[in-house]
T-cell receptor, first 112, second 114 residues
Framework: NAGVTQTPKFQVLKTGQSMTLQCAQD?????MYWYRQDPGMGLRLIYY???????DKGEVPNGYNVSRLNKREFSLRLESAAPSQTSVYFC???????????FGEGSRLTVL | AQSVTQLDSQVPVFEEAPVELRCNYS??????LFWYVQYPNQGLQLLLK??????LVKGINGFEAEFNKSQTSFHLRKPSVHISDTAEYFC????????????FGSGTKLNVKP
């Protein structure tokens, strides 16, 4: 039972470097999400994809891009990383009927 | 838009004592409500949800929550906590028929002491 799988789990970048966080789900869900989690701020939505081929901005999209490659995969790209993007990133997919979100284990990103 | 307020950032409690974690929400439309739990270095998992029907919702691990529309609250309760309940708990809201906009509270860290 893989559920939602994120890679990498840890990454250290220098300011200005780029990287892509990968996410895949095997539950045949239509909607997928990227959140960031910072201490005392809960989870904030970066981008979401309601279905294959569509993406929309969330609360904090600046500095990020996303790609919904197919129904299973939803990637998050940082084109030019900044220290303010140091965070833990979570990918999630949503059950169509109940609205329940299923989360990956998170990717801890540090930008120096 | 919707918003969620978790009134307590940390709640210390002794093992076997009861606990209540408070959650209030704001919304101009009808909502669905959720509680998620996050154990250290893990992702979030669903504890319970309110979609419709009975306002008292039972979840996993002996937790329950009550939806109070007049007070716009969805407090989480457990009559007797265990050490293993030590975790961070998040309340979340989404608008009816618009699951794509989930709003999370800032979280409450439950610290169960022996």
């Amino acid at each position: 039972n893989a559920g939602v799988t994120q890679t990498p789990k840890f990454q250290v970048l220098k300011t200005g470097q780029s990287m892509t966080l990968q996410c895949a789900q095997d539950m045949n869900h239509n909607s997928m999400y990227w959140y960031r989690q910072d201490p005392g701020m809960g989870l904030r939505l970066i981008y979401y994809s309601a279905s294959e081929g569509t993406t929309d901005k969330g609360e904090v999209p600046n500095g990020y891009n996303v790609s919904r490659l197919n129904k299973r995969e939803f990637s998050l790209r940082l084109e030019s990383a900044a220290p303010s993007q140091t965070s833990v990133y979570f990918c999630a997919s949503r059950a169509d009927n109940t609205g329940e979100l299923f989360f990956g284990e998170g990717s801890r990103l540090t930008v120096l | 838009a919707q918003s969620v307020t978790q009134l307590d950032s940390q709640v210390p409690v002794f093992e076997e004592a009861p606990v209540e974690l408070r959650c209030n929400y704001s919304s101009s439309v009808s909502v669905y409500l959720f509680w998620y739990v996050q154990y250290p270095n893990q992702g979030l998992q669903l504890l319970l949800k309110y979609l419709s029907g009975s306002t008292l919702v039972k979840g996993i691990n002996g937790f329950e929550a009550e939806f109070n529309k007049s007070q716009t609250s969805f407090h989480l309760r457990k009559p007797s906590v265990h050490i293993s309940d030590t975790a961070e708990y998040f309340c979340a809201v989404s608008a009816l028929y618009n699951f794509n906009k989930f709003y999370f509270g800032s979280g409450t860290k439950l610290n169960v002491k022996p």
